[in-house]
C-alpha cells in the first residue's frame, strides 16, 4: 500500500465516487472536492501528492483552468492531472501549457488513470528527493574539505562548468556522489531556478523507463519535465539500447519521438558512470553516444587516493555534526583515527560519513570516540593490516633482520596512510624527512604519491 494523498475535484459526485473506489483499491488515500471553495479548503487543511481536477466545473468549460491557476500559484510543487470530456481536448493541452502534469479523458479507462497517477507521483518523489538534496549542503561543500588537488580545485572547476551550457560526464565510484557534483553545477548555473530532475538509468525495465523518460502522445516524460532545466542520468551505462538510440536522436537534434509526435525540450544533459575502463570501448554502449555525452569530463578520485583529505573530511562532519545527523560532535582517539586512516573507504566519502555518525551514536554516553565505537568492517580491516606484518616469521629472525622486516612494513603502512607524502610520515613518526628519505632508500621502500596523480 503507497499511502500517498490524492485529491479529487470534479462536481458530478458519480465521477468522484468512481475515481476514489480506484485509487482507494491501490492503496491511495483520497479528498474529494466539488468545486474550486472545496479545493481551497482541501488543501489549506491538508498536503495532497497528486491533484485530479476537472476541466469544465458547473456552467463553466474553463473552470478548471481558473483553479489551476491558483493551485499553480500557491502549491506549485503538486502535480494537476486534468480531467477532460465533452470536446475540451484542446483546453485540456492548454492546461499542460499553464503547468499541469498531464490529463486523461472521460469516459475513464481505469489502466489509463493509474498509470498517469502513477507517473504523476513519480514526478513528485523526484521532486522531494530533489528538495532534499537542495538541503543538504554538506554533501555538496565536503567536495571541497581537504588538501588534495582535487578538493582544492573541484569548487572553481564546477562554478567553470556550471557557466557554460555543455554536457557533463562524471565518472565516480559508488559513494563519491555525483548526483551532489551534478546539482552542484546546476545550482551555480543560469538554470539553477529551474527544474533540477535525478534519473536512475538502472532502476526501471525498458518499457517503463522509455514512458517515464521519453513519454508518450499525450503525456511528457522526464525530457520535457526538465525543459530549461538540468536532467541528471544517474548510471548512465546501464541505459537500455532502445533508449540509448532515442537519447542520441534527441542530442543531435533537439527532437526524439514519444509516441506520433516529435517532443523537444532545452534539458542541460549531465550524466555518470562508475564502470570500469572506457565506456567508449563498451559492447553495450553506443560510442557515439558516449562522445555526445562526454564534452566535459569529471574525474572524481576514490577516497583511498586522497588520504590527505580524510582527516579534513570527518573534522568537517563532527563540526557541523548537530547540523548533519542531530547529535553533539566530539574527537576521536589517536587509535581510532590511525584505523580511519588506513582504512580504504570502498563506499568513499558517504561511507565515511556513514562511519562518523554510527561512532557518534555509539559513543552517546562517552567524551570521545575510540576504535570500539567504530563500524567493524573498518576495526576487521585494521586486524588484518596488522597480521600483515606476520609476527610468525619475525620471531624466527635473528634481531638485526627482524628490526627491518618490521620497519619497511611499518614505514609502507605510514607512507599508504599519509599518501604516500614522505615530509607528513616524517612528521608524524617524529623523524626529520631527511633521515626517513635515507632509511627509505636503505630499505628499498618507494614512496608512491598517488594524489598527486589525480
Known amino acids: 500500500m503507497s499511502g500517498e494523498t490524492i485529491l479529487i475535484v470534479d462536481d458530478e459526485a458519480e465521477v468522484r465516487s468512481l475515481m476514489a473506489g480506484a485509487l482507494e483499491d491501490e ?96 514526478i513528485r518523489r523526484l521532486q522531494k528527493e530533489n528538495s532534499a538534496l537542495k538541503l543538504n549542503k554538506f554533501d555538496i561543500d565536503v567536495f571541497s574539505v581537504g588538501t588534495s588537488q582535487f578538493a582544492t580545485s573541484i569548487k572553481s572547476m564546477l562554478e567553470k562548468i556550471a557557466s557554460a551550457n555543455s554536457r557533463v560526464f562524471i565518472k565516480s565510484k559508488i559513494g563519491i556522489g555525483a548526483d551532489a557534483l551534478a546539482y552542484a553545477i546546476h545550482k551555480n548555473s543560469a538554470r539553477k531556478d529551474l527544474p533540477f530532475i535525478c534519473v536512475n538509468c538502472a532502476r526501471d525495465e525498458e518499457k517503463d ?79 557515439e553516444l558516449f562522445y555526445r555525452l562526454n564534452v566535459v569530463n569529471i574525474d572524481a578520485p576514490n577516497l583511498k587516493d586522497r588520504r590527505e583529505d580524510i582527516l579534513p573530511i570527518i573534522d568537517y562532519y563532527l563540526s557541523n555534526s548537530e547540523a548533519i ?64 606484518l606476520n609476527v610468525a616469521k619475525l620471531i624466527s629472525l635473528p634481531i638485526k633482520e627482524a628490526k627491518e622486516f618490521f620497519e619497511s612494513d611499518y614505514l609502507r603502512a605510514q607512507l599508504d596512510r599519509f599518501s604516500g607524502s614522505v615530509s607528513r610520515t616524517a612528521r608524524f613518526i617524529g623523524m626529520e624527512r631527511s633521515a626517513l628519505h635515507r632509511k627509505l632508500k636503505a630499505l628499498g621502500v618507494v614512496a608512491e604519491k598517488r594524489a598527486a596523480k589525480k
Request: net charge neutral; proline share 3%; charged share 25%.
Open 27 to 122: 492503496g491511495y488515500k483520497t479528498i474529494l472536492a466539488k468545486d474550486g471553495h472545496e479545493t481551497a479548503m482541501a488543501l489549506k487543511n491538508s498536503s495532497p501528492d497528486l491533484i485530479f481536477l476537472d476541466l469544465w466545473i458547473g456552467d463553466d468549460e474553463s473552470a478548471g483552468l481558473k483553479i489551476l491557476e491558483k493551485i499553480k500559484k500557491t502549491r506549485m510543487e503538486i502535480p494537476v492531472v486534468m480531467i477532460s470530456g465533452h470536446g475540451t481536448i484542446d483546453v485540456a493541452v492548454q492546461a499542460i501549457r499553464n503547468g499541469a502534469f498531464d490529463f486523461v479523458e472521460k469516459p475513464f479507462v481505469i489502466d489509463r488513470l493509474l498509470l498517469t497517477c502513477k507517473q504523476a507521483l513519480e
Open 209 to 287: 523507463f522509455d514512458a517515464k523518460f521519453f513519454g508518450g502522445e499525450k503525456r511528457y516524460g522526464l525530457i520535457e519535465k526538465a525543459d530549461g532545466g538540468t536532467l541528471f542520468l544517474e548510471d548512465v551505462a546501464k541505459l537500455h539500447a532502445n533508449s540509448q538510440a532515442k537519447l542520441l536522436q534527441f542530442l543531435q537534434s533537439g527532437f526524439y519521438p514519444a509516441g506520433s509526435r516529435k517532443a523537444h525540450s532545452d534539458a542541460r544533459i549531465i550524466c555518470s558512470s562508475n564502470e570500469e575502463g572506457d565506456l567508449s570501448s563498451s559492447p553495450k554502449f553506443s560510442r
Open 325 to 388: 545527523f542531530g547529535l553533539k560532535g566530539k574527537k576521536f582517539t589517536e587509535d581510532a583515527i590511525a584505523i580511519l586512516q588506513s582504512y580504504d573507504w570502498p563506499g568513499n566519502v558517504y561511507q565515511l560519513k556513514n562511519a562518523v555518525e554510527s561512532s557518534l551514536i555509539h559513543s552517546i554516553k562517552s567524551k570521545e570516540m575510540d576504535k570500539n565505537d567504530l563500524p567493524s568492517e573498518l576495526t576487521s580491516s585494521a586486524k588484518d593490516k596488522f597480521a600483515s
